[in-house]
């Protein structure tokens, strides 16, 4: 009997296990979203066990959010919220008296852009997980965010240039990050008719050089073009490294319903920009000087401080008189992506309104360059014969295409906005190997490393534009939607759905083991040389000035000093310069005081930040620690006494007495 | 009978092994420092000392040999060292956050005073005598400062003098 309930309950168990890993579960709603998936092998692959690292570092433009957001894959764990472009309360950023200067721009402070295209920085064509660069859209900028810190080390604001999309691509050695207008505006601004736009508006292509040592960044030159719309761009690689491509619509001109207007020619252009030879142009002194007014913002590690440079002039080349740098690919319909696979043989087109993807042989180009084989040119610019440069064509069978990435290992995928789908094709051959559905509304696609010359082809996310139905809903407003797929196989595999910050525009990703040795842990208290660092507790003083009051203040786990200040005036303009004592990973402390019309700060172990605060009424105003920092984390508070106008006693600042 | 078993258990295995996502590359995983330090800690045996004038603590000291004389050169560094990392917690003749350094070696060993300074974190974890000063210290933990064993052992100099 005993053996016979054994057999039986291992049948029975047999039996159910498929179930277990069938590709639909039975209450409908996987079927339903169309979420076909092997659960069980899906969930083996992206499950990271408490106690493990993942294996990838994925950095998710915030798009609309103005910031970049870092998750871990394959597990889709939320890592980190860089701030960048927007304030950001939580950390103070922009807030705090040393990040304001980082918003700065000559239309005065910002405190909020769309963010697009996260760029890792090379070295050998291969992201090194140095720096990331990202692109300000509205307020045209780049900024350059430092991967020992995950913080934001520099922003420089791009004068000449209205929408700053196609940015900050890199060159193969990050030579360069890049930025183009995808709005055409007059250069130099002025006061004129919109109606007169043919013509007479321009657009600039900026080449953004990056200082090998201290990636500090500085515009080279600007390269000025025809009025089109530049939409996107990447640099060349191996045999292409030189060159720089751009795509372009509105090759009409239009300046009024665009949706239309703007999509009237058969073709629009690549524009292929060889920046070597603009370098040597540059070197003969054969730019203008123009009057450009633009700031570049950087930040201080050891100040724990950015500064904003005012900069005046900025070298312009026109490709009129420097022939060889700017040269047009015809390319079907308002492209939109234009990817380099990781030979640098291959230049896709994404004509958005075509079903076809374009492919164009960088070795035609300079053939046809050599041959002077000319179709024709615009404003002084020599246009291409579109068969004497186009290596194939993608009958993809899908609609509108955007964006291509690749596995290094000779297939491309690319993404269908209007068909909500990735297409696996091979490049040589252009035939189509697989598809598969996203959910929903697909942009831009990442592998990791999938622009450079070696990705890691093991990955791909998806970044969608719609989500309605993903998730539980939370309203009217979703966040939006970034669908895994394992790309190791002949098909690809759906394998993790997970929600973003903002907008996943788009993403790059990298190995974790490029980044983590170079972490930071600590800022070096011995190295801080902020102006205004307290770096020991018998140096913590207040020092007014007429209604200027500075209290250089410390905290260590679990207590402020001073905690008890005396002597502050209605009317008073108190700096808080507050220095975290402490030098031991993961201990920063916050600081907040009642009635501050700005942020918390939020002090890394050895940082130095300072909170303006500027009291309204008398009375005693309470301040405490907001980052949970230990056991007697309650305890960490103070007191502020603040008096009528003239009625305050002698300052006094003290701890303990 | 044991034929069938057999067989319905292979029947389980094949099913499993069909399930299991095989075929698909392995994935690296790297075990974070808080899970290799749990193992290792369940490997090792584990007997506290009691009495603080032999008890050396858990660190990376284990002898320190003090000099005759004192070296007034490495007091000087010690003592600003002592006041740089250590005075926001600690005055030298009275308790304030936390105890008073003076006359610490009647009352500990010079290897358990440089292990508190080095390694305070896993000092109040598990040393008997460092979880015994911080209940002492209403559970105010000792900050870890990230000093170095040279500049402790000159901060222990420092003590001396005290």
């Given amino acids: 009997m005993n053996r016979i309930t054994k057999i039986m309950a291992i049948i029975a168990l047999a039996m159910t296990v498929p179930q277990g890993c069938s590709n639909n579960s039975n209450d409908g709603t996987a079927a339903k979203k169309g979420g076909a998936i092997n659960k069980s092998s899906a969930a083996e692959k992206v499950y990271v066990a408490p106690g493990e690292y993942d294996e990838f570092y994925a950095f998710m433009s915030g798009g609309f959010s103005g910031q970049i957001s870092v998750y871990g894959l394959p597990s889709g764990r939320l890592l980190k919220v860089v701030p960048v472009f927007s304030v950001d309360g939580e950390k103070g950023y922009g807030f705090n008296e040393e990040t304001k200067p980082l918003l700065e721009t000559t239309h005065g402070f910002i405190p909020w852009d769309d963010a697009h295209h996260p760029e890792l920085s090379q070295t050998n064509g291969k992201p090194d997980g140095k720096y990331i660069f990202i692109n300000g859209n509205n307020t045209p900028r780049v900024a350059r965010i430092d991967l020992t810190t995950f913080e934001t080390a520099e922003i420089i604001e791009l004068p000449n240039a209205g929408g700053n999309h196609s940015s900050p691509f890199t060159t193969e050695n990050s030579e360069y990050v890049v930025a183009g207008t995808r709005f055409s505006v007059p250069i130099p601004q002025t006061d004129m008719s919109i109606a007169e736009y043919k013509g007479k508006f321009k657009g600039s292509l900026s080449f953004i050089s990056v200082d090998p040592e201290h990636g500090h960044m500085d515009i080279d030159f600007q390269v000025l073009m025809p009025g089109y719309d530049y939409d996107l761009a990447h640099g060349g690689k191996g045999k292409s490294h030189g060159w720089m491509f751009f795509t372009t619509y509105n090759t009409e001109e239009s300046h009024t319903l665009k949706e239309v207007n703007a999509s009237q020619n058969d073709k629009d252009y690549i524009a292929a920009i060889n920046w070597k030879k603009a370098q040597e142009y540059i070197q003969q002194g054969k730019f203008k000087e123009m009057d450009s007014e633009y700031l570049i913002n950087r930040y201080d590690e050891n100040k724990h401080m950015a500064e904003s440079i005012k900069k005046n002039k900025v070298r312009v080349l026109d490709p009129t008189e420097c022939p060889g740098v700017v040269y047009f690919l015809p390319t079907p319909k308002s492209p939109h992506g234009v990817d380099v696979d990781p030979t640098g043989s291959y230049i896709i087109g994404n004509g958005k309104l075509n079903a076809n993807l374009t492919v164009h042989s960088f070795d035609k180009m300079i053939q046809a360059i050599e041959n002077e084989s000319f179709a024709g040119e615009a404003y002084g610019i020599p246009v291409l014969n579109f068969e004497d440069v186009v290596a194939g064509t993608v009958e993809s069978g899908g609609l509108g295409p955007l964006h291509t990435e690749f596995d290094g290992q000779g297939n491309a995928y690319t993404t269908f906005f209007i068909s909500s789908e990735v297409v696996k094709w091979k490049l040589g051959t252009w035939e189509v190997l697989d598809r598969i559905p996203t959910y929903y509304s697909v942009g831009h696609l990442m592998i990791p490393g999938g622009d450079s010359k070696e990705p890691w082809g093991k990955y791909m996310v998806a970044l969608n534009k719609i989500t309605k139905d993903r998730y539980l809903p939370t309203g009217p407003e979703l966040a939006h939607s970034a669908q895994l797929y394992d790309i190791t196989g002949d098909k690809m595999e759906l394998i993790l759905d997970f929600p973003t910050i903002g907008e996943p525009h788009y993403a790059q990703a990298i190995a974790a083991d490029l980044i983590v040795p170079n972490s930071k842990k600590i800022y070096s208290l011995e190295e801080n040389t902020h102006p205004h660092a307290t770096k020991s507790e018998s140096e913590t003083r207040v020092e007014k000035n007429g209604n200027e009051v500075h209290i250089y203040m410390t905290t260590i786990r679990s207590h402020f000093a001073p905690d008890n200040v005396e002597g502050i005036e209605v009317g008073d303009k108190v700096y808080f310069h507050v220095t975290n004592l402490e030098q031991d990973w993961d201990v920063p402390h916050g600081f907040s005081v009642m009635g501050a019309q700005t942020a918390e700060l939020l002090i890394m172990p050895g940082q130095t930040e300072t909170l303006l605060w500027e009291p309204k009424k008398p009375g005693v105003i309470p301040f405490y620690c907001t980052d949970f920092c230990s056991a007697l984390h309650q305890e960490m508070q103070g007191y502020l006494r603040v008096s009528a106008k003239g009625q305050a006693p002698a300052v006094t600042a003290t701890t303990g007495e | ?162």
């Fill in chain 2, 1 to 162: 009978m044991k034929k069938l078993t057999t067989i319905a258990a292979l029947a389980l295995l094949m099913v499993v092994a069909a399930c299991g996502g095989g075929g698909t590359e392995e994935r690296k995983t790297v075990k974070t420092p808080d899970v290799v330090a749990h193992e290792k800690a369940i490997k090792e045996e584990k007997a506290p000392p009691i009495d603080p004038m032999t008890s050396k603590g858990i660190g990376p000291v284990s002898e320190v040999v003090l000099g005759e004389t004192i070296d007034q050169g490495m007091v000087e560094e010690g003592k600003a060292l002592f006041d740089k990392n250590c005075a926001a917690c600690h005055k030298t003749d009275k308790k304030y956050i936390g105890p008073a350094p003076k006359d610490i070696l009647e009352r500990r060993t010079p290897e358990w005073v440089m292990n508190m300074i080095i390694n305070p974190t896993e000092m109040v974890q598990k040393d008997p005598l460092a979880k015994q000063v911080l209940a002492e210290s209403n559970g105010a933990i000792m900050a870890d400062q990230n000093i170095t064993e040279d500049q402790a052992r000159k901060i222990l100099e420092y003590f001396r003098t005290l």
